[in-house]
């Protein structure tokens, strides 16, 4: 028997739940927690109307280490699945050492009142996980996540050197609104306002916020300009891969999101600093994020497709090698079999498959490791099993920018 809690009923929560319940031989018991239990309630409907599953739901707030320890101690799951916001990470860490819980999520920590996220609050964990005997597997998504497993695939199997790695993500898909956020506004702009950084010969460069700008022509999507961008896992690829020259990441944006994204900023609405309105204290962009279309509610409007991969050049058996590695998924696929668009689809999946590796033992260790540490091969053979087929192709040169 295995039970599994999942804390977060957003979109990618709502995917993990509809994989999970579809492999009832590893996910035998699953509870799906949040801060609202209509949001659990929703969802669990949703799965059980589809599926002969049951799903328990729970509310949590888990900014509240006392009550999601509670939580922890009267589900008694093996694994804690975290797909709220990065906000609440260490919360949820610090209660699963409490409780003696595996912790797996997608995303790496940020303080609510800065704009800034790095692995070195959850690495710091490593040595109490590793005492406790328990596994924080960290970034178990698409981008972190699939493509942390896609370089670690490449450094296995394609190259015995990789000296540069782009990670290309492109969303060709399109929902009729002027402008939203295909997942969680207040994540996706803190990230896409952010100065760009990347990592050249040793050291971390910085440029402005979607200052360079590239076309690339996408499989199956087209050619579309990608902009880049500080994404976290650079961070730790070049930290486990410390053979990595240059690490680079690319979104791409059209026109319209760029131009509302501007306006909105030029007038203040993208800010985390408090205002005072009417006698009450907001934050600007939080409540932007109430006013603008609820990601959840895209799926079923959302047509095209996502193309998100990797671009690796190095050496293999004394030759330059060039390797792309990507997957495409389309929205209305994901939405027809979840009821989500392909967003939340690309991140609930693999969050899904991590914590089926570690249930049933594939996936082990104790102490904070990220996903590119471990062994891919089972993870690769699942993508292909669940709805995110992958494809690699060797290229005739590198990058040409
Ligand atoms: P949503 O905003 O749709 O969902 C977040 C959910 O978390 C909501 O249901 C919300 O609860 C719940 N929540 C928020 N605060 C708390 C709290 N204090 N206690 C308990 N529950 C809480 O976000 P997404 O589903 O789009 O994203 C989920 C996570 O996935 C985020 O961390 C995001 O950064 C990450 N992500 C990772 C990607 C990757 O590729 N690695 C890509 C996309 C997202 P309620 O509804 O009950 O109020």
Same mark, same amino acid.
């Given at each position: 028997?295995?039970?599994?809690?999942?804390?977060?009923?957003?979109?990618?929560?709502?995917?993990?739940?509809?994989?999970?319940?579809?492999?009832?031989?590893?996910?035998?018991?699953?509870?799906?927690?949040?801060?609202?239990?209509?949001?659990?309630?929703?969802?669990?409907?949703?799965?059980?109307? &589809?599926?002969?599953?049951?799903?328990?739901?729970?509310?949590?707030?888990?900014?509240? *280490?006392?009550?999601?320890?509670?939580?922890?101690?009267?589900? &008694?799951?093996?694994?804690?699945?975290? +797909?709220?916001?990065?906000?609440? @990470?260490?919360?949820?860490?610090?209660?699963?050492?409490?409780?003696?819980?595996?912790?797996?999520?997608?995303?790496?920590?940020?303080?609510?009142?800065?704009? &800034?996220?790095?692995?070195?609050?959850?690495?710091?964990?490593? @040595?109490?996980?590793?005492?406790?005997?328990?596994?924080?597997?960290?970034?178990?998504?698409?981008?972190?996540?699939?493509?942390?497993?896609?370089?670690?695939?490449?450094?296995?199997?394609?190259?015995?050197?990789?000296?540069?790695?782009?990670? +290309?993500?492109?969303?060709?898909?399109?929902?009729?609104?002027?402008?939203?956020?295909?997942?969680?506004?207040?994540?996706?702009?803190?990230?896409?306002?952010?100065?760009?950084?990347?990592?050249?010969?040793?050291?971390?460069?910085?440029? =402005?916020? *979607?200052?360079?700008?590239?076309?690339?022509?996408?499989?199956?999507?087209?050619?579309?300009?990608?902009?880049?961008?500080?994404?976290?896992?650079?961070?730790?690829?070049?930290?486990?891969?410390?053979?990595?020259?240059?690490?680079?990441?690319?979104?791409?944006?059209?026109?319209?999101?760029?131009?509302?994204?501007?306006?909105?900023?030029?007038?203040?609405?993208?800010?985390?600093?408090?205002? &005072?309105?009417?006698?009450?204290?907001?934050?600007?962009? $939080?409540?932007?994020?109430?006013?603008?279309?609820?990601?959840? @509610?895209?799926?079923?409007?959302?047509?095209?497709?996502?193309?998100?991969?990797?671009?690796?050049?190095?050496?293999?058996?004394?030759?330059?090698?060039?390797?792309?590695?990507?997957?495409?998924?389309?929205?209305?696929?994901?939405?027809?079999?979840?009821?989500?668009?392909?967003?939340?689809?690309?991140?609930?999946?693999?969050?899904?498959?991590?914590?089926?590796?570690?249930?049933?033992?594939?996936?082990?260790?104790?102490?904070?490791?990220?996903?590119? $540490?471990?062994?891919?091969?089972?993870?690769?053979?699942?993508?292909?099993?669940?709805?995110?087929?992958?494809?690699?192709?060797?290229?005739?040169? =590198? +990058?040409?920018?």
């Amino acid at each position: 028997m295995t039970k599994i809690l999942v804390i977060g009923a957003g979109g990618v929560g709502s995917v993990a739940v509809h994989k999970m319940a579809m492999m009832p031989e590893v996910f035998s018991h699953i509870t799906l927690a949040s801060r609202r239990i209509s949001s659990c309630e929703q969802i669990a409907r949703q799965v059980e109307q &589809k599926f002969s599953a049951k799903i328990e739901v729970a509310e949590v707030n888990a900014d509240d *280490l006392e009550q999601t320890i509670r939580l922890l101690d009267l589900v &008694k799951p093996s694994l804690v699945v975290n +797909l709220a916001l990065p906000y609440q @990470d260490l919360i949820i860490m610090e209660a699963c050492l409490k409780v003696g819980v595996h912790y797996l999520d997608t995303a790496n920590y940020e303080p609510r009142d800065e704009a &800034k996220f790095q692995y070195s609050w959850q690495w710091e964990y490593h @040595d109490r996980f590793k005492e406790a005997g328990l596994l924080a597997l960290l970034g178990s998504g698409f981008d972190p996540g699939v493509t942390n497993v896609f370089t670690a695939w490449a450094k296995k199997y394609h190259f015995d050197q990789i000296n540069t790695l782009d990670i +290309l993500d492109c969303n060709g898909g399109d929902h009729g609104h002027p402008f939203a956020t295909n997942f969680n506004p207040e994540i996706n702009i803190r990230e896409i306002t952010a100065p760009a950084r990347f990592w050249e010969n040793g050291d971390w460069q910085e440029r =402005p916020a *979607l200052s360079d700008k590239q076309s690339f022509d996408f499989p199956e999507v087209g050619a579309r300009n990608m902009y880049l961008m500080y994404h976290e896992e650079l961070e730790s690829l070049v930290h486990h891969l410390p053979e990595i020259q240059r690490a680079r990441f690319w979104m791409t944006f059209g026109d319209s999101y760029l131009k509302h994204l501007e306006v909105l900023q030029n007038v203040g609405m993208t800010s985390i600093e408090p205002v &005072k309105y009417d006698g009450h204290e907001i934050i600007p962009l $939080q409540f932007l994020k109430a006013v603008l279309p609820n990601p959840g @509610d895209l799926g079923e409007i959302t047509k095209g497709k996502t193309c998100i991969g990797n671009i690796i050049s190095g050496v293999k058996d004394g030759r330059p090698k060039n390797l792309y590695i990507y997957n495409i998924c389309n929205h209305e696929q994901a939405f027809s079999e979840v009821g989500s668009q392909a967003v939340s689809y690309t991140t609930g999946v693999p969050a899904m498959i991590g914590s089926a590796l570690i249930l049933k033992k594939e996936w082990q260790g104790a102490g904070v490791f990220n996903i590119e $540490q471990m062994n891919p091969d089972p993870f690769m053979k699942m993508l292909n099993q669940n709805g995110l087929p992958w494809i690699e192709k060797e290229l005739d040169g =590198p +990058l040409s920018f």
